[in-house]
């Protein structure tokens, strides 16, 4: 139990924005058919063979370089999500190495129900998105797993030597917080708690959003201090393993020669 169950309950979205609603903040969707043009009446009925069909919903973020697309089907289990930051990164899913081939994209982000994707900022959404349309269309068609040789980001797990003040920052990023955040495409991961600082990992849409301080700070912060006294600042931290960053580099390298071959 809480210790501030008396006080009245905020909710993420009312320490970000407050009691009225933000329009610039509520997400806009919109419904795409990839289903193909319908077989002309003068083929005979026998030849008839029912196209497989994907509606892909998409949902704008607060961030406007990452859009949220939600094909209707599973990606992960209920409460996981993985993300991709880079294309080293995305060995282990099939799906996210697809996704990486298309010109622009910048990171991959798996939630249970969507799949986030972060454009370059020099990139247009009108030429990505129906590459993005097609990928998730033919991978869900072909029945191949999502992830092969890596774990998901499960649900914040307490562990028996946590001590009080830890059990209920996990309990609250996982009852309260992070399922707001997941709903824009991202996720928040815990790191850590030392001497009043909690430590969070953002991700996906929320990792490059320029609203990701004032996310931590205006809704995190507060609502985590709200509960739980001892926690005096909320900080983000960067997880990228210095493999990845080796992989990264090599990977830029390797693009820089192919560019400047190209310009010759």
């Given at each position: ?23 610039s ?36 973020t ?15 289990e ?18 996210a ?18 799949v986030?994707?972060s ?11 129906p ?58 991961i ?60 090599e990977?830029?390298?390797?693009e ?9």
């Amino acid at each position: 139990m809480y210790r501030n169950t008396l006080k009245t309950v905020p909710t993420l979205r009312t320490l970000l924005y407050g009691t009225q609603k933000v329009v610039s903040q509520m997400p806009h969707k919109s419904f795409t058919s990839l289903q193909k043009s319908p077989l002309r009446h003068t083929v005979p009925a026998a030849s008839f063979v029912p196209q497989r069909t994907m509606f892909i919903q998409t949902q704008d973020t607060p961030n406007p370089d990452s859009l949220k697309f939600l094909p209707g089907v599973s990606v992960l289990e209920k409460g996981q999500t993985m993300d991709f930051p880079t294309q080293a990164s995305a060995l282990c899913s099939p799906l996210a190495k697809l996704l990486f081939r298309i010109e622009g994209v910048r990171s991959v982000f798996f939630g249970p129900e969507f799949v986030t994707i972060s454009k370059q900022e020099d990139a247009e959404w009108r030429l990505i998105k129906p590459e993005v349309f097609a990928v998730i269309m033919d991978f869900f068609a072909s029945g191949l797993p999502v992830v092969t040789d890596a774990k998901p980001t499960g649900d914040t797990q307490i562990n028996e030597d946590d001590d009080e003040t830890v059990q209920m920052i996990k309990e609250l990023l996982d009852t309260r917080i992070r399922p707001t955040v997941q709903e824009d495409g991202g996720d928040i991961i815990y790191m850590g708690y030392e001497d009043g600082v909690v430590k969070l990992k953002m991700q996906g849409s929320c990792s490059s959003c320029p609203s990701s301080i004032v996310t931590l700070k205006n809704g995190v912060q507060n609502m985590l201090q709200f509960y739980i006294p001892e926690v005096v600042s909320v900080e983000q931290v960067n997880d990228l393993r210095p493999v990845d960053e080796i992989a990264e580099k090599e990977f830029e390298k390797l693009e820089s020669k192919m560019q400047q071959k190209e310009d010759k």
